[in-house]
């Protein structure tokens, strides 16, 4: 049987995903004020650190796939995040060559993880159990697993095992990160064919594919079943969206937990001891912000530095201070707007 090319088939996908930024989508990054706000973190977190934003806004969080074609870019960006990569979907579509017609099969999605510096495996088991072991082995070394699932008609990416059930994100479901049982989610993998030495018989057969970085890894991601649920929440499907944004921002204040580090200590703890004096700073300067408002953007940062297991230095406590405070307050200004200050 010829190698297989999953494309997506669902039926009910929505309209495109309108351009991160509205009124500044497609304006260089220097005068977008969400890729400011994280260049001015950058620099005033690590004085000296040269950092080159990139021209063009782009999205490269958690959300649904545009069209029914795409699932195969989706798939393996999101099996970069886990690896602590933010990659736009779109690039690597053009890197593997999907096609509205073809969609992308494994050896398109093979070129385009080498070009991120990362290796497709190829694993195929005939056996349901097997399958499962090879599946639970690969998440347990810390390789995200790519799965051709509904016939093969379809890419999804296994994130996280836990308790009898898979943590998985999923480009054409609504949320796109997903809790499913051991049962289901089989359901899903298995491809059912006759067998071609006896008509009679059916063959079941459960392809896998591991994306092993050849780089090392600083920042990996654990999805767990919690953290899984907290982001299938309605009201948190922006967050999700721009979840990059969350990333790059808290890699340039914090840094990943190491088994050298030293005199360091989680963001939720940084957020206990200063997030209320950070929150009443912002509001009081700024009267559209509802203290409420405030803490959930904190609660997001501390969700995605846990997530990865960010720290930070006890040099670094009030660089740190400075750089939430002033990512918060520019959030404000982009998503309240602001009043005149002094004349301006």
């Known amino acids: 049987m010829a ?57 490269m969080g958690l959300y649904r796939q545009p069209n029914d074609y795409t699932c195969g870019p989706f798939a393996l960006k999101h099996a970069l995040i886990m690896l602590g990569r933010t990659v736009d979907e779109k690039e690597i579509a053009r890197i593997a060559g999907t096609h509205w017609w073809a969609g992308t099969d494994e050896i398109k999605l093979g070129r385009a993880a080498r070009r991120y510096d990362c290796e497709l495996k190829f694993v195929r088991r005939k056996n349901a159990l097997r399958a ?32 009898q059930k898979f943590v998985t994100i ?36 459960f392809d896998l594919h591991p994306v092993v970085p050849r780089f090392r890894v600083r920042s990996k991601a654990r999805f ?37 580090s030293a005199r360091v200590f ?17 509001c009081a300067r700024h009267g559209g912000l509802a203290p409420a408002r405030a803490e959930k953007m904190l609660r ?21 201070i400075v750089a939430i405070a002033t990512i918060l307050t520019l959030w404000a200004s982009r998503k309240f707007g602001t009043t005149p200050i002094y004349g301006a």
């Not at 351009?19 to 260089?28: K, Q, W």
């Not at 997001?300 to 660089?319: G, H, I, P, Q, S």
Request: net charge positive; proline share 8%; aromatic share 8%.
């Open 224 to 260: 767990t079943l919690k953290a899984a649920r907290y982001l299938r929440r309605p009201e948190n499907r922006e967050f999700a969206t721009h979840w990059d944004e969350y990333f790059d921002d808290l890699a340039a204040i914090c840094r990943p937990r190491t088994p050298l």
């Open 170 to 205: 999923d480009s054409a479901a609504k949320p796109v990160v997903c809790v499913e049982t051991w049962r289901g989610l089989k359901r899903r993998w298995v491809l059912r064919e006759k067998d071609p030495d006896d008509p009679a018989q059916e063959v079941t057969t």
């Open 266 to 282: 989680p963001l939720g703890e940084l957020l206990r001891r200063h997030g209320a004096m950070i929150t009443s700073a912002v």
């Open 132 to 163: 499962r072991r090879e599946l639970l082995l690969a998440l347990k070394r810390g390789h995200p697993v790519i799965l051709a699932v509904d016939n093969w008609d379809h890419w999804i990416t296994v994130v996280g095992a836990e308790r």
């Open 300 to 320: 997001n940062l501390r969700f995605v530095a846990d997530t990865y297991d960010f720290v930070v230095r006890t040099d670094d406590e009030k660089r740190a």
């Open 3 to 59: 190698m297989y090319a999953p494309v997506c088939t669902i039926s009910t996908l929505p309209a495109s995903k309108p351009a991160r930024g509205g009124p500044f989508s497609g304006v260089p990054a220097a005068l977008n004020i969400p890729r400011a706000m994280r260049t001015l973190a950058r620099f005033v977190v690590r004085p000296g650190h040269v950092f080159f934003p990139r021209t063009f806004c782009s999205a």
